[in-house]
């Protein structure tokens, strides 16, 4: 299975920005290539249902966004680190949650809905203040 880590949460206030990270700590046998792999960020605020925020695939210049993120949020990855990243813009009060990190093994398909079913990291905290 895919290992992730993700870090970069914390306390911001409205309107400030935080940035993301996601590292691929270990592929599965035979799927060693970054390449193979829908990415992306999930999301959970307490008594909200989950929310697939953003997802990338470079091999097919397919990126993603939720309604509720798009203008804000960029995702991005650099695949010689393994490593995906979300770039939080203008944050708001009803952006704060539970953020973690996913992937999912894929032949060519991508997006928010394909990325729920994937694997999750531990999740890094993001809170906003007004």
Request: hydrophobic share 35%; glycine share 10%.
């Amino acid at each position: 299975q895919v290992q992730l880590v993700e870090s970069g949460g914390g306390a911001v206030q409205a309107g400030g920005s935080l940035r993301l990270s996601c590292v691929v700590s270990k592929f599965p046998t035979g799927q060693h290539r970054y390449s193979h792999y829908c990415m992306g960020w999930i999301r959970q605020a307490p008594g909200k249902e989950r929310e697939a925020i953003a997802a990338i695939y470079d091999p097919r210049d397919i990126t993603s966004y939720a309604d509720s993120v798009k203008g804000r949020f960029t995702i991005s990855q650099d695949n010689a680190k393994n490593s995906a990243f979300l770039q939080m813009n203008t944050l708001k009060p009803e952006d704060p949650a539970m953020y973690y990190c996913a992937a999912r093994f894929t032949g060519g398909v991508c997006n928010l809905a394909y990325l729920l079913d994937g694997t999750w990291g531990q999740g890094t905290q993001v809170t906003v203040s007004s």
